[in-house]
């Protein structure tokens, strides 16, 4: 693909990026033909002297891919982006000049180590990030994903779910709710184990649930009872197997390994 078409594509990415409401569908095909072109000509994963504007543009085109993978929903994608981005903010970052996308995506990465429960992964990375450690708090991308993760150790999910309204971008809300998911559930399996049934109001106060039809689809999908003419929700419980335990014989085990201690002493 010649360097012209690719700059075509580009401007086209671009607009369909920027309108309002993004174009996500474009996106997605520009996109794929662009990574094609950023393979052909070696900026991809980029080596040697690039052009200090082509390598600009390769950069924006995987941040914009990284965003629009988040609004389609798909974290394995924002993986992708994620992993090609780190040639352009770690080895050419003294090169270009500074993004502001960066940060933005660096915050979603650390998210998304949330919600996979990688909290080893998520240190590991906030340590290895290019600022000092009393910077991380002045950056607000950084400072929501690291107030997430001390109110999840906490166990202050009232706050994990404040911090939905309080996420710097739109794009912060899907992986804050996919964290509230996990949380519901661990909340779930407490209710389940701590009460024979709950009031509907007090299960959806416990589950962060703002409506009614919310709480029924999560219900029936744990496979809850309700009785909507108690307005009640009532758990249901797995009977435990009776393991019998064989009295006799362990006695006379016990009896016999006596008699074995006395003959050797």
């Known amino acids: 693909m010649a360097p012209q078409q690719i700059v075509a594509l580009y401007n086209d990415l671009q607009r369909a990026f920027n309108t309002q ?11 794929s033909k662009l990574k094609i072109g950023l393979i052909e000509t070696g900026l991809l994963l980029p080596h040697g002297d690039a052009r200090l504007e082509d390598l600009v543009m390769a950069r924006d085109i995987l941040e914009i891919g990284a965003f629009w993978s ?27 000049p ?3 996308r960066e940060y933005p995506i660096r915050g979603l990465n650390l998210i998304r180590l949330l919600t996979q429960n990688r909290i080893a992964d998520f240190h590991t990375t906030l340590e290895s990030l290019p600022l000092p450690a009393d910077a991380i708090g002045d950056n607000p991308y950084l400072r929501h994903p690291v107030n997430l993760e001390r109110w999840l150790m906490e166990g202050s999910y009232s706050k994990v779910w404040n911090a939905r ?12 709710d996919s964290l509230m998911g996990t ?5 779930a399996s407490c209710e389940e184990a701590a009460y024979d ?28 009872k309700i009785n909507l003419a108690e307005s009640s929700i009532s758990f ?9 335990i064989p009295k006799e014989k362990l006695i006379a085990a016990s009896l016999a390994y006596a008699r074995e201690l006395e003959q050797i002493v």
Do not use: H, M
């Open 70 to 96: 988040i609004r389609t929903k798909d974290v394995p994608s924002f993986d992708r982006y994620f992993s090609q981005l780190q040639s352009f903010y770690v080895d050419y970052s003294s090169v270009l």
């Open 98 to 100: 500074p993004s502001k």
């Open 165 to 176: 309204e309080e996420a710097p971008t739109e794009e912060y809300k899907f992986f804050v």
């Open 21 to 31: 409401p993004a174009n996500l569908q474009l996106c997605g095909t520009l996109l």
């Open 236 to 244: 249901s419980r797995t009977s435990e197997e009776k393991i019998e």
């Open 183 to 187: 949380i519901r559930n661990e909340i």
């Open 197 to 224: 049934s709950l009031p509907l109001k007090d299960a959806a106060t416990l589950l962060f649930f703002t409506t009614q039809s919310e709480l029924l689809r999560f219900a029936e999908a744990r496979g809850w």
